[in-house]
């Protein structure tokens, strides 16, 4: 288990970075699409939807980076009131639902994506871009959720078993 929590992680690291990138890459285009629109008369044909594709891959597959840091939404008001032990159990309890969500998902996007890739699908623009690419996102980010939550309700188990504290 350390071994796989290892190698997911860094992954998720590696991720991490690659959608910071991703980010500044979809400024870059966008604002590269706003230079040619509006001062040289000129849009691009392809500036929306690749901004979309990065913005998809970097919401999608960096969320497991943004679980693993510990800055995904909670509602603080609430959690930081209770005792330690509640927060534990708290977070045992969510992160199981999100294990359960995020595996049905994960499952549910390799499904959609086999049937893109089977059938050939492509976009409906002119890039005429293989939707499972782009849907191979959704895939990538839901199975790193899955391991990043399952890491969490492990810890908390044993932080409940030893007594100790949930920091």
């Known amino acids: 288990m350390k071994t796989l929590r290892l ?3 860094k992954f998720n690291l590696a ?3 690659l ?3 991703g980010l500044l890459a979809m400024g870059l285009v966008l ?3 706003v ?3 509006y001062f040289f008369d000129s849009p691009t044909i392809w ?3 690749t901004s979309v594709y990065i913005f998809m891959w970097t919401m999608l597959a960096g969320s497991a980076y943004t679980l693993m840091q510990g800055k995904h939404v909670r509602i603080d008001l609430i959690f930081e009131r209770l005792s330690r032990r509640a927060q534990c159990l708290l977070d045992v309890l969510t992160s199981s639902v999100g294990v359960a969500f995020s595996a049905v998902v994960a499952w549910q996007a390799w499904d959609m994506m086999a049937a893109s890739f089977k059938f050939g699908k492509v976009s409906a623009t002119l890039l005429r871009v293989p939707v499972w690419i782009p849907q191979c996102s959704l895939l990538l980010g839901f199975v790193l959720l899955t391991f990043q939550f399952a890491f969490i309700v492990v810890d908390r188990i044993q932080i409940l078993k030893s007594g100790g504290d949930a920091r």
């Open 15 to 17: 991720v991490g970075y």
């Open 47 to 49: 500036a929306q939807e």
């Open 35 to 37: 230079v040619c629109r």
């Open 31 to 33: 604002f590269y699409e």
């Open 7 to 9: 190698y997911v992680e």
């Open 19 to 21: 959608c910071g990138l």
